[in-house]
């Protein structure tokens, strides 16, 4: 019988599990004004998902969303919030003890992009383990959180997203709301790549895609939104609303106006 059971392992063992299809995928768009104006633009989208960014080490940053949050809230929109600093773990935990607090019923991505700049946030999937069990033990609990999105220039070709999550795991890293990637090309190949390093043990949200080569581009990038929930992306983040610096990325340009890509959104949602 063992021959028929290294018959099996040949044939079905090394086969990569199937990526789990989700029933639909969220759209979500990510900021960078975090103004009234910008917060008002998001809300008439229709999308209901913001991901904005607090730089706590940042003069006047904190400060800012005293009447930043009160504004997301009358737009009805949930928050995905990205801290990017402090970089040393202990200020990031007393950070993160604070603004929980503070901001409750949020979901909350602890560093962003990693393994693109390992020298900034815990470069390993072992170090993140360790931040993030410290996190939620010094947060209140039920807070939600996402797993640091993951960049290696958007796409896993040398296999730094797999290693950091396998490492992650193996080092008991706590089972988070979702894991988060950035994909700018290629999302759904990507979302796979994710959903096998996890392992089936948490959802995959795509944090940031979209395109600066131009409004035909764009379109065509948001026509691909229905297959993501087949490959198993339950939430997907357009980078982003405004052009931060007449980049090209935005659905509104550097002057304010719309680009086609807009309104191509908000067709989606009315």
Request: aromatic share 12%; glycine share 10%; hydrophobic share 45%.
């Amino acid at each position: 019988m063992r021959w028929l059971a290294r018959l099996f392992a040949a044939l079905f063992g090394s086969k990569t599990p199937p990526v789990p299809a989700v029933a639909s995928c969220a759209l979500g768009v990510c900021t960078h004004r975090n103004s009234e104006g910008e917060i008002a633009g998001v809300q008439a989208l229709g999308v209901g998902h913001a991901r904005v960014t607090i730089y706590t080490l940042q003069s006047g940053d904190l400060a800012s969303w005293a009447w930043k949050m009160p504004q997301y809230d009358a737009a009805g929109l949930s928050l995905l919030i990205v801290v990017h600093d402090p970089i040393n773990s202990d200020d990031m935990v007393t950070a993160m003890a604070a603004l929980t607090r503070k901001y409750q019923g949020r979901t909350w991505q602890v560093g962003n992009e990693a393994d693109a700049d390992p020298a900034h946030y815990a470069g390993t999937g072992k170090k993140y383990a360790a931040l993030m069990r410290r996190v939620i033990a010094a947060c209140p609990v039920g807070t939600q959180f996402a797993g640091m999105a993951l960049a290696t220039t958007w796409k896993d070709d040398d296999g730094r997203w797999t290693a950091f999550l396998k490492d992650y795991l193996a080092a008991g890293g706590p089972t988070l709301a979702a894991w988060c990637g950035n994909a700018y090309r290629d999302v759904v190949a990507q979302a796979a790549v994710l959903h096998r390093a996890l392992n089936g043990r948490m959802p995959v949200w795509i944090t940031e895609f979209g395109t600066e080569h131009g409004d035909d581009a764009q379109i065509a990038l948001l026509a691909t939104v229905p297959t993501f929930a087949k490959g198993g992306v339950s939430r997907a983040y357009w980078y982003c609303y405004w052009d931060a610096q007449d980049e090209g990325f935005g659905l509104v340009r550097y002057d304010d106006a719309h680009r086609p890509a807009w309104e191509r959104v908000r067709t989606i949602y009315h």
